[in-house]
C-alpha cells in the first residue's frame, strides 16, 4: 500500500482495511507525496521483489505518473470512470471493478 498519508494515518488505514499488508508506505516516510517516484520506488525496495513480478493497483489517475516513473506494471482500478489525466502514461490496464484484476496476475 503507497498512501499520501502521514504515518499514524496511513497504519490506521491499512488496518481498516482488514488486509494483511507486507508493506505500508506513506508519503510521510517515504519524505515525498505521490505521484512522485520515490513512495512506489520504497514500496518496491520494501517488497524486496523483482518489478516485473510486482503490479500496483492504482486508484487516481494521478498514479501513472509516478508508477511508470518507478517502472511499475499498473492496473487503474477507475472505479468512477474518470478521464486519464492529460499526459499520464497508459497504464497496462484500465477496470471499474476489482474482481477482475485476477487475470493480470497470473
Keep these: 500500500m503507497v498512501t499520501n498519508c502521514s504515518d499514524a494515518l496511513g497504519r490506521r488505514a491499512a488496518a481498516r482495511l482488514g488486509v494483511d499488508f507486507d508493506v ?3 508519503a510521510e516516510r517515504a519524505g515525498f507525496y505521490k505521484p512522485r517516484p520515490e513512495p512506489y520506488r520504497l514500496a518496491l525496495a520494501e517488497l ?59
Excluded: I, Q
Excluded at 64 to 69: E, P, R, W, Y
Excluded at 85 to 99: C, F, K, M, Y
Design 24 to 26: 505500508v508506505v506513506t
Design 48 to 106: 524486496d521483489l523483482p518489478r516485473e513480478e510486482v503490479m500496483f493497483v492504482a486508484g487516481s489517475g494521478f498514479d501513472l505518473f509516478g508508477t511508470a516513473a518507478a517502472g511499475l506494471r499498473t492496473l487503474w482500478h477507475n472505479r468512477a470512470g474518470l478521464a486519464k489525466p492529460p499526459g499520464a502514461p497508459a497504464p497496462l490496464a484500465e477496470r471499474p471493478t476489482l474482481g477482475e484484476l485476477l487475470p493480470f496476475l497470473s
